[in-house]
């Protein structure tokens, strides 16, 4: 697929896996909608995308708000022309047994991983189907894809983005429209550093985000005939 010029929006582009995938697009001729919560951490992305040439503008967002969501459809295209490939990256997690987790835990991890998926999606895909081409990444988790202790509500959010993109790829194709489920496991990203010193895993272990963006281009880089349902990557050691 040829970027050159093509609107990208990425949510949850401040960080981790999002932040990663934003910077090894800055040379492809993509334009760039960068969204996440820190408006900061968007800021300092965007100088360091228009450093390497590329072209980025920053769009603080909650992706659990329909309202900010729709602005951000808005806006975005408003700035970077129609958006022709939607990477849904903002997610997070909050591990415990589930006789520990805190309601407000549970409904953070509903409304960001999934309803934000949702909402994120719904916004953006309205605006391809009249175009009938797009691309939609939506990025899971091998927790999506298996159930994990200590992760029962992060699994919960995580399975349902995963029968929504399958469920979406049966809706859009009709329309020229791909949907990819993107499960990579085992990533080092901050989602970790608010976990206490006890249940630290041993992150030298992990998927390094720079590697699992490369499974994104990979996917990015296929002819637009080209269907990957889903994509599973993981680190080992």
Known sequence: MDLMGVGVLITGAGKGLGRATAIKLAGSGARLALAARSEEDLRTLAEEIRGLGGEA???PVDVGDVESVTKLAKDAEAACGPIGVLINSAGLGRYNPLELLTPGEIHEMVDTNLKGTIFTTQAIYQRMRPRARGLIINVLSTAGREGKAKETAYCASKWGVMGFSK???L???KYGIRVTAFCPGGMDTP???HEPSERQPNRDRFLDPKTAAEGILQILSLPENVEVPEYAV????
């Open 191 to 193: 989602f970790w550093d």
């Open 57 to 59: 503008h920053p769009f």
């Open 234 to 237: 993981r680190g080992v050691g």
């Open 171 to 173: 809706e859009a194709r």
């Open 167 to 169: 469920a979406l790829a």
